[in-house]
């Protein structure tokens, strides 16, 4: 039960690290690109008018929140086989590393030696 305990507090530990690197992430990413529209503004503005770039700006982050949008409503599974396909059994042995094949050779010979001994007592 201690070893339940233990394992359950350093995944809590480990998730609330990772969770505190992400949103330091977020606030530095945010910072940067409070920073740099500055400076594309500034860039812009010396050219052209600030009319110009605010339009120009604008229309970067439309682009840049549609195109997020778009990613965001892509579901990120694969759909629902027909009702007429096998179904798969996980991937083909072409498709796995070479010791992972290994080890599942060695794993249904092990198998096999069982079945074998118990058939034989």
Do not use: C, N
Request: charged letters at 20%; zero cysteines; glycine letters at 14%.
């Amino acid at each position: 039960m201690p070893d339940l305990v233990t394992a359950t507090k350093h995944r809590v530990r480990a998730a609330a690290r990772a969770t505190v690197f992400s949103v330091m992430g977020v606030i530095f990413g945010l910072a940067g690109l409070g920073f740099l529209t500055v400076a594309l503004w500034i860039v812009v503005a010396a050219y052209e008018s600030a009319l110009v770039a605010y339009t120009t700006i604008g229309a970067l982050y439309v682009v840049l929140g549609f195109g997020l949008m778009a990613l965001g409503a892509q579901s990120g599974r694969e759909p629902d086989p027909k009702p007429g396909d096998p179904p798969e059994h996980g991937r083909s042995g072409e498709d796995k590393d070479p010791i992972v094949r290994m080890a599942e050779g060695f794993a249904v010979g092990m198998q096999a030696g069982r079945a074998m001994r118990e058939r034989g007592d």
